[in-house]
C-alpha cells in the first residue's frame, strides 16, 4: 500500500521555464539600458570618457599650452649592458603663459634628466613600463625644478636603446 501514496515521477508536470527565460531577457534589458544610461550622459555625468564627441583632459589639449622641444639626449650605459647608449628626445608641454620661464629654465630641466637617465640601472630597461615610469618620473622631477604649475606634462619623443 506505500507504492499507492507515493506519486511516480512520470505523473508530475515538469517545471516551466518560463521564468528563467525571463530573467534572462529582463537582465539583457538592464543590461543595455545601463549602457545606454551612462553613454549618453544621464547617469554618471563624470565619466564622459565614453562620449565620442569629447575627450579626457589628458587628451584634449588647450589651445593656450605651447611645446618646448629638449634636445636629443645621449646616455651611455654601463658596462654590463648590452646596449651601450641610450637616446633620448623629448617635449615639455606648458601654458603658453610660462613658455619663456620654462625656456629660461631649460639647462636645469636638461641637467634633471640626464642625472636621472644615468643613474638607471640596465635591469630597468627590461621592464615593459619602464616608458610610463621613466615618464612620470622625469615629469615629478622636472616640475620640482621648474614649478608644477609651469609643466603640464613631458612627452617621450624618442627612446632608442643601442
Known sequence: MADIDTPRTEDLPKPS????????I?????AIG?????YSGKILTTASAFQTNSLPAEMNPSP???????????????SNSTNK???FKSQLEV???????????????IDVINSYLRALETEDFDSPTILVRLRSQL????Q???????????LIMEFVLN
Open 85 to 87: 647608449h641610450l637616446s
Open 17 to 24: 521555464k518560463k521564468p528563467i527565460l525571463l530573467a534572462i
Open 95 to 109: 601654458p603658453l603663459r610660462y613658455h619663456a620661464d620654462v625656456e629660461h629654465l631649460l639647462p636645469r630641466v
Open 26 to 30: 529582463l537582465g539583457i534589458l538592464g
Open 34 to 38: 545601463g549602457f545606454f544610461a551612462s
Open 144 to 154: 620640482v625644478v621648474v614649478d608644477q604649475e609651469k609643466v603640464n606634462d613631458l
Open 64 to 78: 593656450e599650452v605651447s611645446f618646448i622641444e629638449i634636445p636629443a639626449i645621449l646616455v651611455s650605459l654601463g
Open 139 to 142: 615629469l615629478r622631477r622636472i
